[in-house]
C-alpha cells in the first residue's frame, strides 16, 4: 500500500527543507517512502475551514471591561453572599449573567443561558454545604447527530485572598481568574452569531478555589443532560505576561493516559496547536503545574478529552494574596499587572479552536491496532454515517516524537493495513476529517484488551 507523509502544519516550510536534508539519514528499517521527513503532498482536503477568527475581532477594551467589572465586587469568595449587588460573588454572578443574557437577545435566543445552583462540601467549606452558582451559555449544534456533543471553554469567576476561608478581604483575582472568565465571555461573543455543527458551551464556574467544586459540577451537569464532552478548554490565569519580549506563548497542560499511553486530553492538546500554530501554544505534557489543580482534572479523570491554559510565567506575589505591600514588595492580582495583548492572543486562540472543533466531525471510535508478529500493521475503526465527512487521516509517529504526522488519508472505516509497516515502532492514531477541512480530535489506535485501552474506557467517561 501507497504510504507517503503530510506534514500536520503545513505553514512550517523551515522543515521540508530540514526534511530534505536529512531524507539521507533515514533509518534502513524504515519503508524509503514513508519517513516522516518525505516531501509533502499536496493536501486531499483543505488545512481547515473558511473564516478563521481574526485578532482585529477580539476588543481588547471588552476584555478590559469585564476584568473591571469583577474587580469592582471587592471579593468574590465563593463563601461571601450570593444576594448582595454590590459586594461578593453574587455581584460577579449578575454581571455575568447578564452580558450573557445580553448576548442571547442579539442572537435571538440560540444561546442559552443557564444559572447552575447547587450545594457543595469540601474541607474548604468547613466540610459544611455551601452555595454555589455555575453561569453557562450554551449554543446548540445545527446538526441534529453531533448536538449532544459539546466543547467548552471555561473561566473561574471566583476569587480569594491570602486565607482561603476568608470571606470579607478583598479578593480583586484579576488574573486569577477574572482574566479566564474574560476569555469565556469574549468567546461567546466572537461564536455566538455563527452556526456550528456541535454544541458549544461557555462556562463561568465558582468554587474552584474551595476544591474545584464548579469543575465537578460542570461534569455532573453535561452527563446527566447527556452530552458527550467532545473538548473542554480551562482557561485559569491567562492575563499577565511580564516577562521581556511579551507576549510570549501560552502553555496548554495535557493529561496522559495509563501506560504512558495517548489520552484524549493530549489529543485535544495536539489539535491546539495544530489549529493555533507552534508559534503560539506552548505544549506542557503533564496535566498542570506541579503540585497545583484546575477545573479540568475531574475531566482528565474521567477520561475525558480537557487541557489547562495558562500564562507562560506566574508571579506568586500576585496569586492568592491580599493587597497590601510589604518590604517594598506589592502584593495582589490587581488589573495593573496584566498584559492585555497576551490576553488578546489567549481568547482568539480559544474562540478558533472552538470554532473548527465544533465544524468538524465525529472522532472515530473502537481504534484498534493489531499486526503483532507480522511484517505489517493493521488499523481499524468505525465511524458514524456523516454526509459531510471527507473521510479519515492516519496519523502516526516516532515512539519518541511528540506530534503526530499524516501517513495517509482514507475515505472509509474499516480495517486498514499498512504494508511493511511494523507496529513496534510507530505509534498510529486516526481522525475524522471534514469536506470542510476541519479535522476531529485523533483517537490513538491501541491493542484490544490492553490495559491503556481499558483505562480509557473506564466508566464515567462519555
Ligand atoms: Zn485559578
Redesign the pocket.
Known amino acids: 500500500m501507497k504510504t507517503r507523509a503530510v506534514w500536520l502544519t503545513y505553514s512550517f516550510g523551515w522543515l521540508m527543507l530540514l526534511g530534505a536534508a536529512s531524507a539521507a539519514m533515514q533509518d534502513p528499517a524504515e519503508p524509503a517512502n514513508a519517513g516522516a521527513w518525505s516531501p509533502a503532498p499536496k493536501p486531499v482536503v483543505p488545512a481547515s475551514p473558511p473564516g478563521a477568527i481574526p485578532m482585529e475581532a477580539v476588543d481588547p477594551r471588552l476584555l478590559l471591561g469585564t476584568i473591571q467589572q469583577l474587580v469592582a465586587c471587592g471579593t468574590r469568595s465563593s463563601l461571601s453572599s450570593w444576594t448582595d449587588p454590590r459586594r461578593g460573588i453574587g455581584c460577579a454572578r449578575n454581571y455575568l449573567a447578564g452580558q450573557f443574557r445580553d448576548l442571547a437577545r442579539l442572537t435571538h435566543r440560540r444561546l442559552q443561558v443557564v444559572v447552575d445552583s447547587f450545594e457543595a462540601t469540601s474541607p474548604r467549606t468547613a466540610n459544611k454545604p455551601a452555595h454555589l452558582e455555575n453561569v453557562y451559555a450554551i449554543l446548540p449544534g445545527t446538526d441534529p447527530a453531533l448536538a449532544k456533543t459539546v466543547f467548552l471553554v471555561s473561566g473561574?469567576f471566583d476569587s480569594i485572598p491570602s486565607n482561603v476561608m476568608d470571606a470579607e478581604t478583598d479578593a480583586p483575582g484579576a488574573d486569577?481568574?477574572a482574566s479566564g472568565t474574560a476569555v469565556s465571555l469574549e468567546c461567546a461573543r466572537l461564536l455566538a452569531g455563527g452556526r456550528y455543527r456541535a454544541t458549544l458551551l461557555f462556562a463561568a464556574l465558582s468554587g474552584?478555589e474551595q476544591g474545584l467544586l464548579g469543575g465537578k459540577r460542570l461534569l455532573a451537569y453535561l452527563q446527566q443532560n447527556g452530552y458527550t464532552v467532545g473538548g473542554f478548554l480551562n482557561n485559569?490565569?491567562v492575563g499577565a505576561d511580564f516577562a521581556p519580549g511579551a507576549p510570549h506563548r501560552v502553555r496548554v497542560f495535557s493529561g496522559g493516559g495509563p501506560e504512558g499511553a495517548d489520552s484524549p486530553s493530549r489529543e485535544l492538546a495536539r489539535s491546539i496547536e495544530e489549529i493555533d500554530g507552534r508559534s503560539a501554544i506552548r505544549l506542557i505534557f503533564r496535566p498542570d503545574r506541579l503540585g497545583r489543580g484546575?477545573d479540568h482534572l475531574p475531566f482528565i479523570a474521567a477520561g475525558l478529552p480537557a487541557v489547562r491554559f495558562t500564562e507562560p510565567l506566574e508571579d506568586y506575589h500576585h496569586q492568592h494574596q491580599t493587597p497590601r505591600v510589604e518590604k517594598g514588595i506589592h502584593y495582589g492580582d490587581l488589573i495593573e499587572f496584566l498584559n492585555l495583548s497576551f490576553l488578546r492572543n489567549v481568547v482568539r486562540d480559544n474562540a478558533e479552536v472552538l470554532r473548527v472543533l465544533a465544524l468538524a466531525p465525529a472522532p472515530p471510535s473502537e481504534v484498534t491496532l493489531s499486526g503483532a508478529v507480522s511484517p505489517d500493521a493493521k488499523l481499524a475503526w468505525s465511524g458514524p454515517d456523516d454526509p459531510e465527512r471527507a473521510g479519515f487521516e492516519i496519523l502516526w509517529r516516532e515512539t519518541t516524537d511528540p506530534r503526530w504526522s499524516v501517513l495517509e488519508f482514507t475515505p472509509t472505516a474499516g480495517e486498514h493495513v499498512l504494508a511493511g509497516i511494523s507496529t513496534d515502532n510507530y505509534f498510529f492514531a486516526v481522525r475524522a476529517v471534514g469536506k470542510n477541512g476541519a479535522r476531529s480530535i485523533a483517537v490513538a489506535a491501541l491493542p484490544k484488551g490492553s490495559a491503556a485501552r481499558q483505562g480509557r474506557e473506564q466508566p464515567g467517561g462519555n
Open positions: 473561574h486569577d481568574d474552584e485559569d490565569i484546575g
